[in-house]
């Protein structure tokens, strides 16, 4: 079974994400717009400057984004560890859910008491 190679922008694409990053996140970082890192992970087509500046703002060098797979991700990790981003991400979204739930709960009840006021009532014989 044969396996696509990967160009250039797919593996920045995995690394940013593995660095918790969004497209804007990074275009901040170099000073760059997001549409642009876009197509860059889109084309694949990095000159060798902004792949520099790229793995500047990642701070791991150019030649990591090249040879990049998941077998070496463990690298990137011990380089930049997010775990601080990640604590955050998480809290957030366990923030979110608490605010659902208690949201979901409160649709409820208003479906139970429009349930009931819309009952017909009972013909007695």
Same mark, same amino acid.
């Given at each position: 079974? &044969?396996?696509?190679?990967?160009? !250039?922008?797919?593996?920045? %694409?995995?690394? $940013? @994400?593995?660095?918790?990053?969004?497209?804007? /996140?990074?275009?901040?970082?170099?000073? %760059?717009?997001?549409? !642009? +890192?876009? *197509?860059?992970?889109?084309?694949?087509?990095?000159? %060798?400057?902004?792949?520099?500046?790229?793995?500047?703002?990642? &701070?791991? #060098?150019?030649?990591?984004?090249?040879?990049?797979?998941?077998?070496?991700? *463990? @690298? !990137? $990790? #011990?380089?930049?560890?997010?775990?601080?981003?990640?604590? /955050?991400? +998480?809290?957030?979204? %366990?923030?979110? +859910?608490?605010?659902? &739930?208690?949201? +979901?709960?409160?649709?409820?009840? @208003?479906?139970?008491? !429009?349930?009931?006021?819309?009952?017909?009532?009972? &013909?007695?014989?």
């Amino acid at each position: 079974m &044969k396996f696509k190679k990967e160009h !250039l922008g797919e593996k920045l %694409k995995k690394i $940013r @994400v593995l660095h918790g990053m969004s497209q804007e /996140d990074l275009a901040k970082a170099i000073g %760059k717009t997001r549409s !642009l +890192i876009s *197509h860059l992970e889109t084309s694949g087509n990095i000159n %060798k400057y902004t792949l520099q500046e790229i793995a500047t703002a990642l &701070k791991i #060098d150019s030649a990591t984004i090249e040879n990049f797979n998941f077998e070496n991700a *463990h @690298v !990137l $990790r #011990d380089l930049n560890p997010t775990t601080e981003y990640n604590k /955050d991400e +998480i809290q957030k979204l %366990k923030d979110e +859910i608490i605010d659902l &739930k208690a949201t +979901i709960k409160e649709q409820w009840k @208003v479906i139970q008491n !429009l349930t009931k006021s819309t009952k017909k009532p009972s &013909k007695k014989a």
